[in-house]
């Protein structure tokens, strides 16, 4: 079974577990602190990857590191999926974990690009805009792209809206020179 396969198997059970047992708050929670201690320490990940470390052994080494910090029902789970020989799986399932989160929840991601820094209101009529649009609660995350000239960008999954003044200049060169667009 693949790598995303099975994370995902193990992220929808959690999700399954949590709602039924009536702590996916508790879940959440523990899930973005262990993310946090996981994106700045590259050699705990490799350690849960290693194949020359037993699953016992990383067992020990996440209740070390999270004993405190995460609840039973979490600490239960990891110790899962290190008996599983699946440890190595950890960000990946926290990560599809909040996808299905999202969708559970109807959230979508836009990633929002604009040529200048949007004041608060613009931002939230954009957003607000977007999810009209879409149906869905819209968590925007946005950056500057002074390579747009003026307008701005908006990619939720694979759709992508292009209201860049770049964009209107390459539409029309190529209108005035009889490309098709």
Do not use: C, W
Not at 10 to 22: F, H, P, Q
Not at 134 to 159: F, N
């Amino acid at each position: 079974m693949s790598s995303a396969i099975a994370s995902r198997r193990y992220a929808s059970a959690l999700l399954d577990v949590a709602v039924e047992g009536n702590f996916l708050e508790m879940v959440t929670e523990d899930l973005q602190k262990i993310d946090e201690v996981l994106v700045h320490s590259r050699e705990l990940i490799l350690a849960l990857r290693s194949p020359l470390i037993k699953g016992d052994a990383k067992s020990r080494l996440l209740e070390e590191i999270f004993r405190t910090d995460v609840g039973e029902k979490t600490m239960m789970f990891m110790k899962l999926l290190a008996h599983k020989k699946r440890a190595g799986l950890l960000p990946e399932v926290i990560r599809e974990f909040v996808t299905l989160l999202d969708e559970k929840n109807g959230v979508v991601n836009a990633k929002v690009k604009s040529a200048v820094r949007l004041s608060e209101d613009q931002a939230k009529d954009l957003v607000s805009g977007l999810s009209v649009r879409t149906g869905k609660k819209i968590r925007a995350t946005m950056s500057l792209d002074e390579t747009l000239i003026g307008g701005v960008t908006v990619k939720i999954g694979d759709t992508i809206l292009d209201g860049s003044v770049s964009h209107q200049l390459q539409l029309l060169r190529k209108s005035l020179s009889g490309e098709s667009a």
